[in-house]
């Protein structure tokens, strides 16, 4: 991390002009074509290569509450993406006889059990291995093992939960790998009786190898079980039939994860079960550096799904080897980025989800829906540096809006639950787009993945330049969720094609009930470096919020950057507000959680939440909206005294 961040802080200004340079022409740029690739270090010649491990099988042998296991550390080669794209060197766990993992070989057992493990350390390096069993602190739950050393351990594991065991080089810990011991991982879990064992595991992993003159360049790649999309495994299930994903991130930074189509119920976080009153429902959250979550959810919907990062550099080229030459020659060639693609692809962090139809399955009809027309355009020097901005703006009747003109963010679609709507999409950009209505649980087709949504022969492609898609669905809940494109996201998403959508009961009382959208401003296209541009409700210095004293309001938050992590404090120069919990992500929070609290909330992009706030004399505040390590915007509140009633004639 203090590599990445001393990279971010080197290069932004360089950054800035080279986004000027290249989106002022409203040309899509290739991520990777902004710098040369470099050769990747090369495998060993005598090295064995590592296979994806899917965590089905549990490793060791169990017997009469004793597992004993052993497991070498062996150096190895890997393959993160296809067969035939790079191979690079990694340490690897493996079973005597067997070939190397990664993730590393799965220790599940029921609680209680003793684990009698032999550690064998056939590297030329000497390692720290931790994470084996959950309670102890991290520096006294851990073991050297010196090149060629074996080292033998025993432990109880005592407590029920998911988490990881882990290796790195000597002296250093989990947080401080990089690419040779990145893939020294292995899920844990732990059962309580009568558990059920029927779930998927995922361990999310990273290899990230730093340019040796430290220039600003980096190759990376993440994955899922070993693997990076759209070669991790693609998982199929029964409509109908509930389904359990414990999540295990082994990097040192958070993820989004979203869900398309279904909220999931979280059941436990970092090694934590959550007592049911507490459980939310949800379809985005952060998972935490090294740390852990078990969901289920109901499948509800037949077609295909996505389960992925909801950062937009860990889900695009950013995330992937492909292309990377082999030698010093092939780098130069590459200088001026004619290996890259202009065809976009997801890679990295994604699961493919196939929901398969029930026997009598039939689509809901959306007869009689209500009609809108949303235009997809650029506007010229609209953002921050003269940028220009690409985004949406509403069509209404016949009256044509100007095609140099957007939207920021893009119009509130004001939507009736369980009343059909017909969303014209229309393109009017020189390259393809496609619209997510995130966080609806919708039919598959209008979901809006290009050349994944939808199923059987109805697949949704893209919406090529001039071309229209209407999306048709009824949303079943009430509640607060963006829109958002889900093509070339860090320049489409960047530069402020993003909106919200606000399914009612009836109509809001725009009085009481205010809208935060904080989103891109203005996309950076390097790799090594997130967005420094950022717009609370599409303005740099947003107006303010004007409240009433003594009433109670609603506050909704939309979080859409595709870079950052964002957090929002309601405070003055003295105090931070209280403010009750209301909603995430669409959903009522669980009566337990819904309590006052300091009005402070951390989000991921394509996060949501709603909060109740009572000011109860009149007085100024702001929102702080502000990501970590980037930008600052504050939304000035300004608490107005409430009006004296007119007395009647």
């Known amino acids: 991390m203090k590599i990445r961040s001393t990279l971010i802080d080197a290069v932004t200004a360089a950054l800035v002009l080279l986004f000027a340079a290249t989106a002022r022409s409203q040309e899509v740029v290739p991520l990777r074509g902004a710098y040369p690739r470099i050769p990747l270090p090369k495998p060993a010649p005598n090295a064995v290569r590592a296979v994806a491990n899917q965590n089905r099988s549990a490793a060791g042998v169990l017997k009469d509450g004793v597992l004993t296991l052993t497991l070498d550390i062996v150096t190895a080669k890997w393959r993160a993406e296809s067969d035939s794209e790079p191979e690079v060197p990694i340490f690897a766990f493996a079973e005597p006889g067997a070939a190397p993992q990664t993730p590393g070989p799965l220790v599940r057992v029921p609680v209680g059990t003793e684990v009698r493990l032999t550690l064998h350390n056939r590297t030329d390096s000497s390692l720290v291995i931790g994470g084996l ?77 730093p340019y040796e003159t430290r220039r600003q360049k980096f190759e990376d790649v993440m994955v899922i079980n070993g693997r990076a999309f759209p070669h991790t495994e693609r998982l199929v299930f029964p409509q109908g039939d509930s389904v359990r994903f414990r999540v295990i991130n082994t990097m040192a930074f958070t993820h989004p994860m979203h869900l398309h189509g279904f909220y999931y119920r979280i059941e436990e976080q970092d090694g934590k079960a959550i007592p049911p009153a507490r459980q939310m429902l949800t379809n985005t959250d952060l998972v935490s550096p090294e740390g852990t979550e078990v969901f289920s959810f109901l499948p509800t919907t037949p077609g295909n799904w996505l389960f992925h990062c909801h950062f937009a550099f860990h889900v695009d080229d950013v995330a992937s080897l492909v292309g990377s030459p082999a030698d010093s020659a092939a780098a130069a060639a590459q200088a001026h980025g004619e290996h890259t693609s202009r065809e976009h692809s997801m890679r990295g962090l994604v699961m493919a989800l196939q929901v398969t139809p029930a026997a009598g399955y039939v689509e809901p009809s959306t007869a009689n829906a209500r009609k809108i027309k949303l235009l997809v355009q650029a506007e010229p020097n609209r953002l921050p540096g003269d940028m220009p901005a690409i985004g949406f703006i509403e069509q209404k009747g016949d009256s044509v809006p100007h095609r140099n003109k957007v939207t920021l963010p893009g119009p509130v679609l004001e939507l009736v639950r369980g009343k059909p709507v017909a969303i014209t999409v229309k393109n009017n950009l020189e390259v393809p787009t496609a619209v997510h209505w995130h966080g609806l649980e919708i039919e598959s087709y209008p979901d809006g993945v290009p050349h994944w949504s939808g199923m059987g022969n109805k697949i949704f492609s893209q919406i090529a330049p001039g071309d229209s898609f209407v999306a048709e669905f009824t949303p079943p809940r009430a509640g607060t969720f963006p829109y958002h494109s889900h093509l070339f ?3 489409q998403i960047g530069s402020g094609m993003y909106g919200a959508i606000i399914v009612t009961d009836k109509p809001r009382d725009l009085a009481h009930d205010h809208l935060i959208v904080a989103g891109g401003g203005g996309p950076v296209i390097d790799p090594v470096s997130s967005s420094p541009f950022a717009l609370v409700n599409g303005r740099v210095s947003p107006q303010p919020l004007k409240l009433v004293a003594g009433d109670v309001h609603r506050l909704r938050f939309v979080t859409l950057h595709p870079d950052w992590e964002v ?42 939440a709603d909060f109740e706030f009572l000011a109860a004399t009149p007085g100024e505040w702001r929102i702080d909206v502000v990501a970590v390590g980037g930008w600052h915007i504050s939304l000035p509140v300004i608490v107005e005294p409430k009006p004296k009633a007119t007395a009647r004639p």
Request: cysteine-free; hydrophobic content about 40%; charged content about 25%.
């Open 133 to 209: 069993r959950r309670g102890p602190k991290a520096t006294d739950d851990t073991v050297n093992v010196a090149a060629g050393a074996t080292r033998e351990v025993r432990y109880r594991l005592t407590k029920t939960g998911t988490w990881f065991y882990w290796g790195a080089f000597k002296g250093t810990t989990s947080s401080d790998r990089l690419w040779l011991d990145s893939q020294l991982n292995g899920a844990v879990v732990v059962d309580a009786p009568g558990v059920s064992t029927r779930d998927h595991i995922m361990v999310l992993g990273e290899w990230f190898f």
């Open 489 to 491: 996201d860090r320049m």
């Open 567 to 608: 957090t929002y404090t309601l405070r003055n120069d003295s105090t931070i507000a209280r403010w009750r919990a209301v909603a995430k992500d669409g959903a009522d929070i669980p009566p337990a959680l819904a309590t006052k609290r300091p009005a402070y909330v951390v989000m991921g992009p394509g996060e949501t």
